[in-house]
């Protein structure tokens, strides 16, 4: 009897030391990458990682690629639990100037995470005129070498001389909101400079003071004809004068 309850001990403890101590996965959280860590590597807590990279394709490959390297440190048991070795160097840590660092996300990369953002709001019609007009022009602007989010007046000069002010004022205008997106979602940490900027531009119908009225003649015209008017009107019986 006391060997069957030492073998039961023995063998508890041997599945506590073999058992499996989790990995390591990648989430995201607001629109960024983060790191989350098996709990049983911390008696049970909940630990986690940010990687301040925005959550978008070319961002995941590097990141998948980190969480690999963290779960090979967990297999082959040099996990670092103060989990220094796996947050992210800073821009000086790392070597580089701050200034010659490129912005994260691109002209195009911002607009694609508003247009996701709003994919099951908008309808098709929309869908398409905002693909197939703004985000063209994006493409355009980019295959003219503006390509960061920051060259705003570049990008104002590309569009009012490559396309009408109207135009340009739509683009300015997506494009502001999809930078005000990315500030919400902390994708973005600078001020917004295309805030305002369409709202110095106009429409077509914007630039004219008065309305095109119709001139005195063309009233007394339309008036006579109505007053004059035979026949069936909209096929509910005579109206005007009859045959």
């Known amino acids: 009897m006391y060997l069957i309850h030492f073998l039961e001990n023995f063998m508890d403890k041997d599945k506590a030391i073999f058992a499996p101590r989790g990995i390591a996965r990648l989430e995201s959280f607001r629109g960024r990458l983060r790191i989350r860590f098996p709990k049983n590597l911390f008696d049970g807590q909940a630990r986690t990682v940010a990687l301040n990279l925005p959550d978008l394709p070319k961002y995941r490959a590097i990141a998948e690629a980190k969480v690999e390297a963290i779960n090979s440190d967990i297999a082959l048991d040099r996990f670092d639990f103060t989990l220094g070795r ?61 390509r960061c989010i ?73 008036l006579d004809n109505f007053a004059n008017h035979k026949g069936n009107w909209n096929g509910r019986g005579l109206t005007g004068k009859g045959y």
């Open 86 to 146: 796996y947050r992210p160097q800073s821009r000086q840590q790392a070597g580089l100037e701050t200034k010659d660092v490129p912005p994260d996300l691109s002209l195009l990369e911002l607009w694609d995470n508003y247009y996701e953002y709003g994919l099951l709001r908008w309808k098709e019609s929309t869908k398409m005129y905002l693909q197939t007009s703004v985000r063209r022009w994006l493409e355009k602007a980019e295959a003219s070498q503006i």
């Open 150 to 222: 920051e060259k705003a007046l570049e990008l104002r000069k590309f569009l009012l001389t490559s396309t009408s002010e109207s135009m340009a004022k739509r683009v300015l205008t997506y494009v502001n909101a999809a930078y005000k997106l990315g500030l919400k979602q902390k994708l973005l940490d600078k001020e917004n400079p295309y805030d305002g900027m369409a709202n110095e531009l106009k429409h077509n119908y914007q630039k004219s003071a008065m309305p095109l009225a119709f001139t005195p003649v063309e009233k007394l015209t339309i």
